[in-house]
């Protein structure tokens, strides 16, 4: 029987991020993956749903060249090129983890995995012994009861993947960051697209500007918001997307043979990610919280960490969310209203794209970045953007928080011109009224 300092199951962001730094730190390791190396995000989410999303802000650009004085004659969309293009990034990204795990010595067991006990884990015929487990399954899917997926006109986040041609109509069943970025994508491909949300507003738990702002611009798109709605039953002809949330994909692993606590799936650690079993972990989106990739590799790397009698802790106060609709939001920290829940002094300044030079040179002068500062300290707390590159734009304020940085010190740094940053030196300045390009 072989025997391993740490065996994990699952290879996505959390389990192959864990898996090389186990190798860096000396631990003899293998993974368990049942599906195709790089977990649900590489294979069924961020990577395939963002090249999808290039190839519908490249066709958003064809479709507006004549204002940047480019005539552009006899173009057409050949999706099945984009699904084909789509599929080659997930299978080059997939091939080159798997190469970066066998590089660092990691045995890859390409079957589903059930832990026998703390110790022992059996997959298809073979049967190995770990003096560690770590579980980094991930998450699949929430199914609506009565909206069960046919896989066929009623789909998943999965299934929308794998469709070569493009639906007519498109029902969204959830106005958060999957319903709307996929939206957003479809929207641009020819899609007519109706967006159904409980919530009074889409992408609850974001900055009520910015909901209010993503509303009005898929209005302007035409798609159809409503907001405020429950659905029971979806008329055959037309396609759904059901974006609900994410269910754990827990089932199937013997966690409940084995005793380990869970939470409706959820499988429930301590700050060092173990569970209540000795010498079990869990890690990423299996265990809840903040169902993120970046978050689950900062996870891996911390239970591997652990385990190795290191320190290394996660701070999430300070976790960038990133969505890749058009145009594009990010936030970083406390928005205005939950600063002002916790009782700070809360100082919010609103800057515009449109006073942004970089902005015009682009053509994307819509959105706006929010920034909230202590009033008493002014220390950064948080940032909200919408608008071009936000998703990057964001990373200039994570250090900001994370280290304390006040508005000041920030407006100090010069940044340069012309650039899209700008927007966030000037916001800086705008706290202490000293934005130079504002009324």
């Known amino acids: 029987m072989n025997k ?54 490249t066709l958003y650009t064809i479709e507006h060249a004549a204002e940047f004085g480019i005539n552009v004659k006899g173009f057409d969309l050949d999706f099945l090129k984009v ?31 059930e832990i026998k006990d703390s110790g022992r884990i059996k997959a298809g015929d073979l049967e190995i012994e770990a003096k560690n487990i770590l ?12 909206l069960a997926f046919d896989h066929r006109d009623i789909l998943s986040s999965t ?9 007519k109509n498109l029902i969204i069943v959830g106005g958060g960051v999957i319903g709307c970025e996929f939206a957003s994508i479809f929207r641009s491909f020819g899609s007519e697209i109706t967006i159904i949300e409980a919530m009074p507003q889409l992408l609850p738990g974001e900055d009520e500007e910015i909901s209010r702002k993503i509303e009005q611009v898929f209005k302007k798109r035409g798609i159809k918001v409503l907001t405020n709605t429950k659905i029971d039953k979806i008329d055959k002809g037309d396609k759904a997307l059901i974006a609900v949330g994410r269910s754990p994909n827990s089932k199937g692993l013997g966690i409940e043979a084995v005793g380990i606590e869970c939470n409706k799936g959820w ?8 569970t209540n079993v000795n010498n079990i972990y869990a890690a990423g989106d299996i265990k809840g919280g903040m169902l993120l990739a970046h978050v689950a590799s900062k996870e891996g790397i911390s239970s591997v960490e652990g385990i190795c009698g290191n320190s290394h802790a996660i701070d999430y106060n300070v976790v960038p969310s990133c969505i890749f609709t058009l ?17 700070i002094n809360v100082k919010a300044r609103k800057f515009l794209f449109s006073a942004i030079g970089k902005s015009h040179v682009l053509g994307e002068t819509d959105g706006f970045i929010k920034l909230i500062v202590d009033g008493s300290s002014d220390k950064i707390l948080g940032a909200q953007i919408i608008g071009p590159h936000a998703t990057e734009l964001i990373a200039e304020i994570s250090p900001c928080i994370q280290f304390g940085i006040t508005s000041e010190k920030l407006a100090s740094v010069i940044h340069a011109h012309p650039t899209l940053s700008e927007i966030i030196c000037e916001a800086a300045e705008a706290v202490h009224n000293k934005a130079i390009h504002s009324l």
């Open 4 to 57: 391993y300092d740490l065996a994990i199951i699952g290879s996505g962001p959390c389990g192959y991020v864990a898996g090389i730094r186990a190798a860096q730190l000396g631990l003899k390791a293998c993974i368990f993956e049942k599906d195709n190396v790089g977990g649900v995000c590489l294979n069924w989410g961020c990577i395939p749903t963002k090249a999808l999303l290039a190839s519908a802000n």
């Open 267 to 274: 499988i429930r650690v301590d700050e060092r990610f173990r």
């Open 135 to 146: 579980i980094a399954a991930g998450s699949i899917p929430f199914e609506l009861p009565g």
């Open 327 to 343: 145009p594009e939001i990010a936030s970083v920290g406390l928005n205005e209203k939950t600063a002002k829940n916790k009782g």
């Open 159 to 167: 299934d929308i993947l794998g469709l070569k041609t493009i639906p």
């Open 83 to 113: 699904y084909e293009r789509k599929e080659a990034i997930v299978k080059k990204l997939s091939s080159g983890i798997e190469m970066l795990m066998k590089a660092r010595k990691l045995e890859i067991i390409k079957e589903k995995a």
